[in-house]
């Protein structure tokens, strides 16, 4: 009888387990920046975005004139191959870099283009 009565308190001043326990903290949204790439005829402008390690990044680029060999593009290191470039039309592409360092990517076809990925903590 005791032990039910106990029971019964407990339920009714809410100290029963996990009552009073705070509700789990929400993950903190992670946000994606966008850098912008135009693709000219002199190649990658810029050739050089800076990345922070871990730090979701998207990758706007846009092929701004047909006079070049840049009409996709690889970045080996994240995986991206043959990422198709139709001209005057922005296409995306969002990394999470993974390791610090220098990432580079180029245009699919000869390897051509030069652009570095520095990637920073």
């Known amino acids: 009888?005791?032990?039910?009565?106990?029971?019964?308190?407990?339920?009714?001043?809410g100290s029963a387990i996990g009552c009073n326990a705070p509700p789990p903290a929400a993950a903190p949204a992670r946000t994606t920046h966008t850098l912008t790439i135009r693709v000219t005829e002199d190649g990658f402008q810029p050739?050089?975005?800076k990345l922070k390690k871990g730090e979701p990044t998207t990758l706007a680029i846009t092929r701004a004139t047909e006079n070049t060999c840049i009409t996709a593009i690889d970045?080996?290191?994240?995986?991206v191959?043959?990422?198709?470039l139709p001209l005057n039309k922005a296409?995306?592409?969002?990394?999470?870099?993974?390791?610090?360092?220098?990432?580079?990517?180029?245009?699919?076809?000869?390897?051509?283009?030069?652009?570095?990925?520095?990637?920073?903590?």
């Open 75 to 79: 970045i080996p290191d994240e995986g």
């Open 91 to 121: 296409v995306t592409v969002t990394l999470t870099p993974k390791k610090v360092g220098v990432e580079k990517f180029h245009c699919s076809a000869m390897g051509m283009g030069d652009g570095r990925l520095v990637i920073g903590d």
């Open 81 to 84: 191959k043959e990422l198709e």
């Open 47 to 49: 050739s050089e975005l």
């Open 1 to 13: 009888m005791r032990v039910l009565i106990l029971v019964v308190l407990s339920v009714f001043t």
